[in-house]
């Protein structure tokens, strides 16, 4: 398996997790702070008027930032990379269709 399958494999393992892990870690130095609390904020479910809130911008500037990062990650791994990280992994998809 390569390190490429390893990143679009759709069960979520450890070491599935931690190959993902390592890239997002290498990217996310190549961000700015305000960038990286946009990210960090989505990640743990926070609304744009929160994350705006938070730092004193506006709702439009998450946003700009947001499709800013959203360009850089497609640039570096391609749109199907935006697409799986928005996906729930299959696991939890077949977990969600037992109850």
Not at 58 to 83: F, H, P
């Amino acid at each position: 398996m390569s390190f490429g399958d390893m990143l679009v494999d759709k069960k979520e393992d450890p070491s599935t997790q931690g190959a993902r892990n390592i890239d997002w870690a290498e990217f996310m130095t190549t961000q700015d702070a305000c960038s990286v609390d946009v990210v960090v904020g989505m990640a743990q479910g926070k609304m744009t008027k929160d994350i705006a809130r938070e730092h004193s911008v506006t709702s439009s500037r998450v946003v700009q930032l947001k499709r800013k990062v959203g360009n850089q990650i497609r640039e570096a791994w391609g749109d199907y990379a935006v697409a799986q990280a928005t996906t729930k992994p299959a696991w939890r998809r077949a977990l969600g269709a037992l109850f």
